[in-house]
């Protein structure tokens, strides 16, 4: 089963988190005491490893609330995984009216017990009125037969008849309904046979078909239970880990092995046997070597071991190219990390490194000792925090690790720019606290301006390592517009036709005012440098005001209205105003459906420009309009379904933007002379 979605309620900062959806790796990011451990805490409940739990009604339960509203049934967790085609064809077979079920909901309540649901599940074939028709059918056919009969058994005929009809028009549930059909048939049966009444065929099959009715009614009950028996035990383990162990670099093998014969390991024990595990070493086989005075065999099974560990650690550590050496030494085990590139190639013992490669080496060490079949092999992994003693580079190590060498899915929480996913927008969810409502969680980038601050770090810190990447650059004025750009242009590629120019990097600028500040910091490196506007007065003023200051000749600036060719040209146009208005309004809808239950939008079209038709729309409603929603939106759609945005009109005008701008790089790279000589 692969987690989809999960929601927490009733626990500790959290009334009602919202539904949120999960993937591969989510990153949770908020400020601090938002609530993001509660998060994970609540989550873990749901299977930990030491089993379902019940939860504490004082501790637990939000401390704003009386305690009369918490009852054992009152929910607190609730998740939808969805099951792959093998668990589909077996849930099937355990339960065949769940045949096409691909998603099941699962929960816990306060009591130590879970919740199933299966979405989608097909009703159970039952109906009063069918029943009631075939009863209405058997009776007088029944009636007429035992006319024929002497009185006493004629009298026990239509007694059985008429305990029938009243049994079998009785309750409504399908379950409660076969409880008294089925002692009722068997006595309908019983009877007609004691008396010798003989019914045609057509009535005995209706007879026939009510019993297999019951039958298949009963048999729905335990199946049922067994295959929601049969979901929790599909419940990976999920680990929560907050503080991560740190591992010692001088072990001795000959105690360790006392104390693991007498069963008495201690945590630093248990991280030993990871990193032996880690690095294909076995304690027992050391110890025996060295009894046997077998050193050089030793030797090269340490030196084997420090070789894989090297290997593996250089390619998550990018701080610098370190090398890892055991050292068996009598009884004893040592780690030792050297700097091969620095001047002199010293070891140093483990226990002495930084806070931070110790952090990470046993990060590195625990993990996948427990994630290749060990206990967390299949869990789903909740790390509070990770990474705080790194370096903000190495930080970044650390999510490229997270995103690439585990197989479980990962959900961790961070206040860090650096371990913000900004790459995979759709793994970041915000996390925002208030008084009233508690911690709610967003899919969207919404929050204060301090839950929004690593986003807004992390973007600014990824587009200032992509500034001078090339020596071609297209400057625009906002985020949104480098989003749509980089999408539309990929897909168009792929798709055969015209993109945007191989090697031209695309950078936001922050507004229509701080283009001019953009061009001068690129065009100072000697860059090549385009720039494209919007077409309404801000963007005119900026392109007057770059080529007033000799920063960029007139050719090297664009406007979006390039995109309307013939006499289709509008007197403004932003980026969003290339995409078919029926297509941008769709995404305006779903990003905001939740914002707009229950209100009427009713957009204005004879304001020319879409995004200021949607503000004054919004405005009307009493909400603001943000673009940043269905750009995000619109990245998200283009991954998984792109023809749905890239209608002939768009793909007409995007690819007349393109061709302007690529015809205008062209003609740079010609000149190849500084802006404005």
């Known amino acids: 089963m692969h987690l989809t979605e999960f929601r927490i309620t009733n626990y500790r900062s959290i009334n009602d988190s919202g539904p949120v959806k999960v993937g591969q790796l989510t990153s949770l990011v908020g400020r601090n005491e938002s609530g993001k451990s509660n998060l994970l805490l609540a989550l873990r409940t749901l299977n930990p490893a030491g ?223 990871k990193m032996c595990k880690v690095a294909g070493l076995d304690p027992q086989q050391l110890h025996t070597l060295h009894s046997q005075n077998d050193h050089e065999t030793r030797n090269q099974l340490a030196n084997r071991a420090g070789a894989v560990v090297t290997t593996e650690l250089r390619r998550l550590w990018k701080d610098r190219q370190l090398k890892v050496r055991f050292s068996p030494d009598a009884n004893h085990l040592d780690t030792f990390i050297a700097d091969p590139n620095a001047v002199y190639d010293v070891e140093v013992n483990l226990d002495e490194r930084s806070r931070g490669l110790k952090w990470f080496f046993s990060f590195y060490i625990t993990f996948s000792a427990d994630t290749s079949d060990g206990p967390a092999d299949k869990a789903v992994l909740l790390l509070d925090e990770p990474g705080l003693y790194l370096h903000a580079l190495s930080q970044g190590d650390l999510l490229r690790h997270l995103g690439a060498d585990f197989k479980n899915q990962i959900v961790y929480t961070t206040h860090s720019p650096f371990m913000v996913p900004i790459e995979n927008l759709d793994a970041i969810r915000t996390v925002n606290i208030d008084q009233d409502a508690g911690t709610t969680v967003s899919d969207t980038p919404t929050g204060d301006a301090r839950t929004l601050f690593p986003l807004q770090m992390a973007l600014g810190f990824s587009l200032s390592q992509s500034l001078f990447v090339g020596t071609d650059n297209l400057v625009v004025e906002g985020v949104t517009d480098f989003w749509m750009l980089s999408a539309t242009s990929e897909y168009l590629h792929g798709v055969g036709k015209t993109g945007l120019k191989k090697g031209l990097t695309i950078t936001p600028a922050g507004g229509a005012p701080k283009v001019g500040y953009m061009v001068s910091l690129l065009t100072s490196q000697q860059l090549r440098v385009l720039v494209l506007l919007d077409d309404e007065k801000q963007g005119r003023g900026a392109r007057d005001e770059l080529v007033k200051s000799k920063l960029i000749r007139d050719d090297g600036v664009i406007f979006v209205s390039t995109a309307f060719p013939g006499g289709g040209k509008p007197a403004a146009a932003d980026i969003e105003d290339l995409l078919d208005p029926d297509v941008f309004e769709a995404l305006v809808r779903e990003s905001y459906k939740t914002d707009l239950k229950g209100k009427t939008l009713s957009p204005n079209g004879s304001i020319p420009r ?68």
Request: aromatic letters at 8%.
């Open 610 to 677: 879409i995004v200021k038709r949607f503000e004054a729309a919004f405005s009307d409603v009493g909400l603001e309009f943000h673009k940043t929603r269905p750009a995000r939106l619109l990245l998200a759609k283009m991954a998984k379904e792109p023809d749905r945005i890239m209608t002939p009109l768009a793909v007409e005008r995007m690819e007349a933007l393109f061709s302007a701008i690529n015809a205008a790089h062209a003609k740079a790279v010609k000149r190849d002379a500084a802006p404005f000589q």
């Open 51 to 273: 089993g379902i739990k019940p939860l504490t009604l004082i501790k637990d339960f939000p401390r704003h609330r009386r305690l009369s509203e918490c009852t054992d049934d009152t929910k607190a967790v609730s998740t939808v995984w969805e099951l792959d085609a093998a668990q589909q064809t077996q849930l099937a077979g355990i339960f065949p009216r769940a045949a096409g079920v691909t998603h099941v909901e699962i929960g816990r309540w306060y009591k130590a017990a879970h919740w199933v649901c299966f979405r989608d599940l097909k009703l159970l074939s039952f109906s009063l009125n069918e029943v009631d028709a075939r009863v209405r059918t058997i009776v007088p056919v029944i009636e007429s037969a035992a006319e024929k009969l002497e009185d006493a058994p004629r009298q026990q005929a239509k007694a059985a008849l008429t305990k029938l009809s009243t049994d079998l028009a009785g309750p409504n549930r399908a379950t409660d309904w076969a409880s008294v059909a089925a002692p009722s048939l068997a006595n309908l049966r019983k009877v007609l046979a004691s008396v010798g009444a003989t019914i045609p065929d057509r009535e005995d099959g209706l007879i026939t078909e009510l019993e297999e009715l019951v039958v298949t009614i009963n048999a729905d009950g335990p199946a049922w239970q067994k295959a929601r028996d049969w979901a929790v035990k599909l419940l990976p383990v999920f680990v929560y880990v907050d503080e991560y162990p740190e591992l010692t670099g001088h072990q001795n093998v000959a105690e360790y092995l006392t104390r693991k014969a007498a069963n008495q390991l201690t945590d630093a024990d248990r991280n030993f046997e």
